[in-house]
């Protein structure tokens, strides 16, 4: 079990670009690509990618979800 995506936790930060390309990718590849944790949560597994399974549209379509079912503090929001 991963982690929530709708606390105020960003592991990767919360740019539209990173989140894609995490759900895309997953979090073994996004490191690959250069990407480093900027932050921790207490269940630590490595998000799967779906890009195999999801196409971009549906990826982005996603993350309009997650985002419109936001809960954490406003002021870290960035979208």
Known sequence: MCPPVINDTWVYGSEDKTLFE??????????KKGYTRIGRENVVAPMPPFGSILTDDEIWKVLAYVRSIYRGDPKLRNW
Do not use: D, T
């Open 22 to 31: 995490l759900v895309k990718y997953g979090s073994v590849e996004l490191q």
